[in-house]
């Protein structure tokens, strides 16, 4: 438990058990006492385990990490120990689809980004082909807005 990162932790921890204890027993839901109680093998109230099981693994329950040995190790040998610890492997369960999962957009040539922010860069950047071409696609795509689109598309023909 690393009690010099937080003064409560470490003013608690000089309190006696017993005043723990009359604490625990006042305060049932607060877990910073159940947690010195069971660092120090008192017995912890039965009410945090149904509570807040999920607390089980308290930060102010782990060891503290050595930065220094750390700071040392290349990014591979990091990423090695990482996968080492409690089996954090991904594998595809039985009944899983096989095939490759991506991160990156897979667009076709035929599948091109359009948004009117997109044409709205063009203009200024002063491509009015290319935005006139985004107009016409999100007209098509948008017929509620068709209107509105043949406006924009007849304004920069008509370079206003």
């Known amino acids: 438990m690393n009690e010099q990162q937080n003064?409560?932790?470490?003013?608690?921890?000089?309190?006696?058990?017993?005043?723990?204890?009359?604490?625990?027993?006042?305060?049932?839901?607060?877990?910073?006492?159940?947690?010195?109680?069971?660092?120090?093998g008192e017995a912890v109230s039965p009410y945090a385990d149904l509570v807040d099981p999920w607390r089980a693994e308290s930060v102010l329950m782990q060891e503290e990490v050595d930065l220094q040995a750390l700071m040392h190790l290349s990014t591979d040998d990091l990423i090695d120990r990482f996968l080492r610890e409690d089996d954090l492997r991904i594998v595809a369960e039985d009944g899983e689809p096989d095939s490759e999962i991506t991160t990156e957009a897979n667009l076709s040539d035929e599948e091109e980004l359009v948004s009117e922010p997109l044409a709205e860069i063009y203009l200024a950047q002063g491509l009015r082909a290319e935005a006139i071409a985004i107009y016409r696609k999100l007209s098509l795509l948008n017929p509620e807005k068709s209107v509105y689109f043949a406006e924009l598309i007849d304004r920069i023909e008509n370079n206003n």
């Not at 932790?9 to 009359?22: D, G, H, W």
Request: charged share 20%; net charge positive; hydrophobic share 45%.
């Open 7 to 40: 003064p409560l932790m470490e003013r608690l921890s000089a309190l006696p058990t017993e005043t723990l204890v009359q604490l625990q027993s006042r305060y049932p839901w607060y877990r910073p006492v159940q947690l010195l109680l069971a660092a120090r």
